[in-house]
C-alpha cells in the first residue's frame, strides 16, 4: 500500500530527525518528489503551530500518540543547513541525484549546496 504525503509534511518531519537518518530516508524517495521535499525544507523557517498540530493529527492516526506542546508560538527550523547536513550523510550517487532534482527547479539552491563543505 503506497500513501501518499505531501512534500511539506515529508520536509517538516525529515528537518526534525538527525541527519544520518534523514538523508537515509530521502534516498529512499520517489524522485520526482525530491526537489520538492529539498526545497520545503531549504524554505523552511518558522512552522505555524496549527501546521504542527495538523500533523500529528495525522501520524497519530498511523503511528503511536504523543502530546504536542500548546504553548509553542513557532517552532524554528533552520532550512537550508538541515538539507545540507542530511544531504552530507547521504552515498554520492544519491546525493547527486537528488542535487539534479533540485537543481531542475533552484539551480542556485543546488550550486550552493554543492559547494558546501561536509561537516
Same mark, same amino acid.
Given at each position: ?5 505531501? $512534500?511539506? @509534511? ?10 544520518? !537518518?534523514?538523508?537515509? @530516508?530521502?534516498?529512499?524517495? $520517489?524522485?520526482?518528489?525530491? &526537489?520538492?521535499?529539498? &526545497? ?8 505555524? $503551530?496549527? @501546521? ?6 495525522? =501520524?497519530?492516526?498511523? =503511528? =503511536? ?9 513557532? *517552532?524554528?527550523?533552520? &532550512?537550508?543547513?538541515? @538539507?545540507?547536513?542530511? =544531504? ?9 541525484? *537528488?542535487?539534479?532534482?533540485?537543481? !531542475?527547479?533552484? $539551480? ?12
Amino acid at each position: 500500500m503506497t500513501i501518499q504525503v505531501l $512534500p511539506q @509534511i515529508i520536509a517538516f518531519v525529515l528537518a526534525h530527525l538527525k541527519p544520518r !537518518k534523514a538523508s537515509l @530516508i530521502i534516498q529512499k524517495l $520517489p524522485l520526482e518528489i525530491l &526537489g520538492d521535499v529539498a &526545497g520545503c525544507i531549504v524554505s523552511m523557517n518558522h512552522v505555524n $503551530p496549527e @501546521i504542527i498540530r495538523e500533523i500529528e493529527r495525522a =501520524l497519530e492516526k498511523k =503511528l =503511536l500518540s504523543r502530546d504536542s506542546e500548546d504553548n509553542i508560538d513557532y *517552532i524554528a527550523v533552520e &532550512g537550508a543547513e538541515n @538539507i545540507i547536513k542530511t =544531504l552530507n550523510h547521504a552515498d554520492s550517487d544519491s546525493r547527486n541525484q *537528488i542535487l539534479r532534482e533540485i537543481a !531542475k527547479d533552484d $539551480p542556485e539552491l543546488a550550486e550552493v549546496i554543492r559547494r558546501s563543505k561536509r561537516k
